[in-house]
């Protein structure tokens, strides 16, 4: 039975390059992870003339039809590995096996057109490179360790069912036997095509939704960021202590409130700039340390220390407060800026103990310090 596979090709085709503007779009606008879609936009651009290449097969000469559409339709493959390693922060990951697999098929794919010219061999050759391509794109996804969104497990579905559709392609191009025209081998190899083109859907889809779910998190990492020191904001402090209190899973938790000294000074005598500057180096000195810290607001600070005593908390704080007392910033011609720090502390030893309640111990063991330095 003959079936017209050059319109399918047509179809996908059009549908390809509608992607591809649609991948560029989200290049253009999508700064975080640029890398990893111009690579997808590389691979669309690949796919489209592959496929353009194969809808001109028997109007144009076997070297581009064949060979350069085999290269571009793999290469995609191999583009589309490079972007989704960059996404899952594992750049160059498998490149060697990807690109090995590339030149392979290129070379089975010469001997196939020029020294046994065999469609149906073709037919097997693409389906066992894309069938591997496949499998390293679910390997770059799976790590040791690492939880995955539901965006990523759509697009192992999706690998997997590509797999699938590329198995039984293979199988009956075997059983089949000999093919003379890839456009009219057949019902078979015309419901494996349509297979292809619903993954090539689903894998797209997979991708856009991957774009759309890391700028998520990153917009919910950045209401979670305070954007002058980098660290934690009070609503990333009220998140953490909220899923840690009532105490749950450690022996207590300790808070330090800081409170820098004669602020307001250091702004009314060098300029707000330099109030700004002296935060940000005050809070890389403190950074230096074990201690989780956040910015509560303006210059008051709280630092979580886990599985401690009292005594110990104690300890901390005023080895906090020296090395502060040590922190000398010279700011442009203006002099030195150096101050020092209050510390109220408060502890969470027992289950019960909330974080409104900690937070207010705290406050009120700073102030009692505060109002001893003006007494």
Not at 113 to 128: A, D, G
Not at 285 to 308: H, K, M, P, Q, S
Not at 312 to 320: G, I, M, P, S, V
Request: aromatic share 12%; net charge positive; glycine share 6%.
């Amino acid at each position: 039975m003959n079936f017209d596979i050059r319109s399918l090709l047509i179809a996908f085709h059009v549908i390809i390059w509608i992607n591809f503007c649609v991948m560029t779009l989200a290049w253009y606008n999508a700064k975080l992870i640029r890398s990893a879609i111009g690579y997808w936009s590389f691979s669309q651009a690949l796919f489209g003339l592959g496929t353009l290449l194969l809808v001109l097969r028997n109007f144009i000469p076997d070297f581009l039809s064949v060979i350069i559409a085999n290269l571009c339709l793999i290469g995609a493959l191999v583009a589309s590995q490079e972007g989704l390693a960059r996404y899952m922060n594992r750049v160059t990951y498998l490149r060697k096996a990807s690109l090995g697999i590339l030149g392979l098929h290129l070379l089975f794919i010469i001997y196939l057109t020029y020294f046994m010219p065999s469609v149906s061999f073709r037919i097997v050759m693409y389906s066992i490179s894309t069938g591997l391509m496949a499998a390293i794109n679910i390997k770059t996804i799976c790590q040791k360790g690492y939880a995955l969104d539901a965006p990523q497990k759509f697009l192992i579905i999706t690998l997997g069912f590509e797999i699938v559709i590329v198995a039984f392609r293979m199988v009956f191009a075997i059983i089949d036997g000999h093919y003379a025209d890839l456009m009219y081998s057949g019902f078979v190899q015309a419901v494996s095509i349509i297979g292809m083109l619903i993954v090539y859907v689903g894998f797209s889809i997979s991708q856009l939704w991957l774009v759309v779910h890391k700028l998520g998190l990153e917009i919910q990492r950045q209401a979670m960021i305070d954007p002058l020191t980098n660290i934690g904001n009070r609503r990333a402090l009220d998140a953490l202590m909220e899923s840690q209190l009532p105490i749950r899973t450690r022996n207590s938790i300790g808070i330090m409130m800081i409170d820098v000294d004669r602020f307001k000074g250091i702004n009314d005598r060098f300029g707000h700039q330099a109030g700004d500057y002296y935060l940000i180096e005050f809070v890389k000195a403190i950074n230096e340390t074990e201690y989780n810290l956040f910015r509560f607001g303006g210059d008051e600070f709280v630092a979580v220390v886990y599985d401690v005593n009292s005594i110990a908390l104690l300890q901390k704080a005023e080895y906090l407060k020296q090395k502060v007392e040590k922190l000398n910033i010279n700011w442009l011609y203006q002099g030195q800026i150096n101050t020092t720090v209050s510390i109220g502390i408060a502890m969470a030893d027992n289950y019960k103990i909330s974080w409104d309640e900690l937070v207010k111990s705290a406050d009120d063991a700073l102030y009692r310090v505060k109002k001893q330095m003006h007494t």
